[in-house]
């Protein structure tokens, strides 16, 4: 068995405490997929992203998204923190999402794709794409992710979030939504992506906090959060997320209404999986620029 897939339950299977100690001092690293270092994620908000008409301001967003990259790579310079994850001979699958009333924006997905021509990559080798990418050239020859998607509620699975973001490299998606989507994660170590994803970008500029039926939409449950989250690990980016979604819930509701589903593959991603930190204490959250209502 691998040590990456071991559940609590298949723990208490191992027998003996000898058997328990040899497995710990044998897999250091983890014991039910937890984390040794912390992730560092960046949340970034800036209030003129939305502009009176609605629209997106793109040279806000693409400065909200090279600040992002440079802080988070420790970077002075835009191309030189792009060029830590981006080869010149990269092929990038840029995995977006287009859910009718609340898709990737296309400004963002054109930031992305302007730095990453930027780190030398042709054209012809970046791929945008959410439905398809099973098919897709690019995505099937990829030597790397970007993975971009807005944060909102879900039927099946409490959040739409990085990780199920992924779901869309799978055959047929309907067979992952058993226990609320709860092994989403697995996703991430199938041949397709497994190592391949080098950037996360959560977009909370207008996050979905509530919805009702399996493709519930209401503007009153959308708000202006003029915000990024962005990081290389998807579980703490997500878990960022969550505690956002989870804490507007509770101002706008007036009581703790929890998701229903919840939201526990962002939790598994973790403890069963092993695919990165959702403990709020292993992530190291840098908040930048507007912080008014920011939930965390």
Request: net charge positive; hydrophobic share 40%; aromatic share 8%.
């Amino acid at each position: 068995m691998s040590p990456k897939n071991l559940t609590r339950r298949d723990f208490i299977k191992a027998g003996t405490l000898a058997t328990a100690g040899a497995f710990l001092l044998n897999n250091s690293q983890s014991i039910f997929g937890a984390q040794q270092t912390k992730s560092r994620v960046i949340l970034i908000r800036d209030q003129n992203i939305i502009e009176e008409n609605g629209k997106i301001n793109p040279d806000v967003l693409q400065k909200m998204l090279d600040d992002s990259v440079k802080i988070l790579f420790d970077s002075k310079d835009t191309i030189t923190a792009w060029k830590k994850i981006i080869k010149q001979n990269d092929i990038v699958g840029i995995k977006t999402n287009v859910w009718n009333y609340l898709r990737t924006p296309p400004e963002l997905e054109n930031a992305i794709k302007k730095r990453v021509i930027e780190c030398g990559v042709s054209e012809e080798n970046i791929g945008i794409k959410d439905r398809g990418v099973l098919r897709d050239p690019i995505f099937q020859k990829a030597t790397a992710l970007i993975n971009v998607r807005p944060m909102r509620t879900h039927y099946w699975s409490g959040v739409g979030s990085l990780i199920k973001n992924y779901i869309m490299f799978v055959e047929k998606p309907s067979d992952w939504h058993d226990d609320s989507c709860a092994d989403l994660a697995a996703i991430w170590k199938l041949p397709i992506v497994a190592n391949k994803t080098r950037l996360n970008i959560l977009v909370m500029l207008t996050p979905q906090f509530h919805n009702i039926g399996p493709h519930g939409f209401s503007k009153e449950h959308v708000w202006n959060y003029y915000g990024l989250i962005v990081g290389t690990d998807p579980v703490a980016c997500d878990a960022v997320g969550l505690e956002i979604i989870e804490a507007k819930r509770k101002e706008f509701f007036s009581d703790d209404r929890p998701l229903n589903p919840p939201a526990k593959h962002i939790e598994l991603a973790d403890t069963r999986h092993n695919l990165g930190n959702a403990d709020m204490k292993k992530i190291d959250l840098v908040k930048i620029g507007f912080t008014e209502g920011s939930f965390i």
